[in-house]
């Protein structure tokens, strides 16, 4: 696979003209360099310890027809929630589309592909484009890096308070030909801003795909931001998704994850709490079933002193499905005064579904508050006895208990329709 990849690499750079000298490509460079050594991750590596990714993609995925997407049209579609009141960014087989990007006009708001961006606000760009994603780190960032071209970038100027969501739709479609497709994500939330964004990821397609993507996103000082992530693909994708969230003084951020579908979804969540008083909130739901495979792995970097983290994950598995959980909480020596809090509790539905879960604490100071727990079990027998002793039929008992069990996340959810549709999912899944 790596050498059909270095020759793809190759074939990439023929094809960048000008750009290829630009410090896009240098980071290109760089992160191949990077991924060419240490390819995708290893059966013994810990951090895909139960996540047997690689093995999947060499067996379903072709790489050597593999090339980014330099010159394509892009194909109308109408995802979910294309009619709701929101700002709407289109990306539909791996291509942006920017006709539709043109037209959009919101004062305090801009919203462009990268490439545009590079010559827009070169500044913005240079300082935070690829400083937040390691390469070093995570393959599927160095991967994503080396083959990156095309990407959405969202600038909140200071104080802007957005009345609308943003929603960023990820659709791959039936029709692509591609089998790898790479998406790039720069947001920068300035000053004062509050907004929420929308990163709805779905799949029809009927042969297996590759899709693999990254976010930075930089909240700037007394910023709130709500940002949410909405996976549900067919059962013939593979779905790696690397968030990176930077965190300035007195801001906010609540983070929200919902995998309702797909074949293996990957999800790194990364934050890091650069200043004082920063707090972060992390909510994340997954209700999966038949063979499906979800794997959640979340740090939240604590730097400086009286900050607050908040982290509630919860999942249902059914039938056969496999479910992963492993977050870290990192407190250094300096991040004295730190309240830091993290939940993982999860339900089997039968003898044949599994989660593996590993909350973790790694504490360099003294004077903090960190705790963490997870729970793993089945229905409680008697409370379903209880419900049906009322004349409640089995399984409408069985979903009365597990929409109880997911009710701390969904309250959370602020925004109408996306409450409303995965509260809907919920209930025909569980009923």
Same mark, same amino acid.
């Given at each position: 696979?790596?050498?059909?990849?270095?020759?793809?690499?190759?074939?990439?750079?023929?094809?960048?003209?000008?750009?290829?000298?630009?410090?896009?490509?240098?980071?290109?460079?760089?992160?191949?360099?990077?991924?060419?050594?240490?390819?995708?991750?290893?059966?013994?590596?810990?951090?895909?310890?139960?996540?047997?990714?690689?093995?999947?993609?060499?067996?379903?995925?072709?790489?050597?027809?593999?090339?980014?997407?330099?010159?394509?049209?892009?194909?109308?579609?109408?995802?979910?929630?294309?009619?709701?009141?929101?700002?709407?960014?289109?990306?539909?087989?791996?291509?942006?589309?920017?006709?539709?990007?043109?037209?959009?006009? +919101?004062?305090?708001?801009?919203?462009?592909?990268?490439?545009?961006?590079?010559?827009?606000?070169?500044?913005?760009?240079?300082?935070?484009?690829?400083?937040?994603?390691?390469?070093?780190?995570?393959?599927?960032?160095?991967?994503?890096?080396?083959?990156?071209?095309?990407? +959405?970038?969202?600038?909140?100027?200071?104080?802007?308070?957005?009345?609308?969501?943003?929603?960023?739709?990820?659709? +791959?479609?039936?029709?692509?030909?591609?089998? +790898?497709?790479?998406?790039?994500?720069?947001?920068?939330?300035?000053?004062?801003?509050?907004?929420?964004?929308?990163?709805?990821?779905?799949?029809?397609?009927?042969?297996?795909?590759?899709?693999?993507?990254?976010?930075?996103?930089?909240?700037?000082?007394?910023?709130?931001?709500?940002?949410?992530?909405?996976?549900?693909?067919?059962?013939?994708?593979?779905?790696?998704?690397?968030?990176?969230?930077?965190?300035?003084?007195?801001?906010?951020?609540?983070?929200?994850?919902?995998?309702?579908?797909?074949?293996?979804?990957?999800?790194?969540?990364?934050?890091?709490?650069?200043?004082?008083?920063?707090?972060?909130?992390?909510?994340?739901?997954?209700?999966?079933?038949?063979?499906?495979?979800?794997?959640?792995?979340?740090?939240?970097?604590?730097?400086?002193?009286?900050?607050?983290?908040?982290?509630?994950?919860?999942?249902?598995?059914?039938?056969?499905?496999?479910?992963?959980?492993?977050?870290?909480?990192?407190?250094?020596?300096?991040?004295?005064?730190?309240?830091?809090?993290?939940?993982?509790?999860?339900?089997?539905?039968?003898?044949?579904?599994?989660?593996?879960?590993?909350?973790?604490?790694?504490?360099?100071?003294?004077?903090?508050?960190?705790?963490?727990?997870?729970?793993?079990?089945?229905?409680?027998?008697?409370?379903?006895?209880?419900?049906?002793?009322?004349?409640?039929?089995?399984?409408?008992?069985?979903?009365?208990?597990?929409?109880?069990?997911?009710?701390?996340?969904?309250?959370?959810?602020?925004?109408?329709?996306?409450?409303?549709?995965?509260?809907?999912?919920?209930?025909?899944?569980?009923?």
């Amino acid at each position: 696979m790596i050498d059909q990849l270095k020759d793809n690499f190759k074939t990439f750079e023929s094809k960048l003209n000008g750009a290829s000298k630009s410090n896009w490509h240098l980071l290109r460079k760089e992160a191949f360099e990077i991924f060419s050594k240490n390819g995708f991750p290893k059966t013994k590596d810990e951090e895909y310890r139960y996540t047997h990714i690689t093995r999947a993609l060499e067996k379903s995925i072709n790489f050597s027809d593999f090339s980014p997407v330099i010159k394509s049209q892009h194909v109308e579609t109408q995802p979910l929630f294309y009619d709701a009141d929101a700002i709407h960014v289109f990306i539909t087989n791996g291509v942006v589309n920017r006709e539709k990007l043109n037209q959009l006009k +919101v004062p305090g708001l801009d919203i462009m592909t990268l490439r545009e961006a590079t010559e827009k606000y070169p500044n913005e760009v240079e300082t935070h484009f690829g400083k937040y994603a390691d390469v070093k780190k995570d393959p599927f960032t160095a991967f994503n890096m080396a083959f990156s071209y095309e990407g +959405v970038f969202i600038k909140i100027h200071k104080n802007t308070i957005l009345e609308k969501p943003v929603i960023l739709h990820y659709h +791959v479609g039936h029709e692509s030909q591609n089998h +790898v497709f790479q998406s790039r994500n720069l947001i920068i939330a300035e000053q004062g801003v509050q907004a929420n964004i929308i990163e709805s990821n779905g799949s029809t397609n009927l042969q297996e795909q590759f899709s693999n993507h990254v976010s930075e996103i930089v909240v700037e000082a007394n910023a709130h931001l709500k940002y949410f992530k909405l996976q549900y693909h067919s059962d013939k994708t593979y779905h790696i998704d690397n968030s990176f969230i930077s965190q300035r003084k007195d801001s906010v951020v609540k983070s929200y994850t919902f995998t309702l579908e797909g074949k293996i979804t990957r999800n790194n969540l990364n934050l890091m709490l650069e200043e004082e008083n920063c707090e972060a909130h992390m909510y994340g739901l997954y209700v999966v079933h038949r063979d499906s495979h979800v794997d959640n792995h979340t740090s939240v970097d604590h730097k400086v002193a009286n900050c607050y983290s908040n982290e509630i994950y919860k999942g249902i598995l059914d039938d056969t499905s496999k479910g992963v959980f492993n977050g870290k909480i990192f407190v250094r020596q300096d991040a004295q005064k730190t309240n830091a809090f993290q939940s993982n509790k999860n339900i089997l539905l039968t003898d044949t579904a599994s989660v593996n879960t590993k909350p973790q604490l790694e504490i360099w100071a003294d004077d903090v508050k960190c705790s963490h727990g997870c729970t793993t079990g089945q229905l409680d027998d008697e409370q379903l006895f209880y419900l049906r002793s009322r004349g409640i039929s089995k399984s409408s008992a069985r979903a009365m208990l597990l929409h109880a069990f997911v009710n701390d996340v969904l309250d959370k959810i602020e925004i109408d329709f996306l409450h409303d549709f995965i509260n809907d999912e919920m209930y025909n899944r569980l009923d």
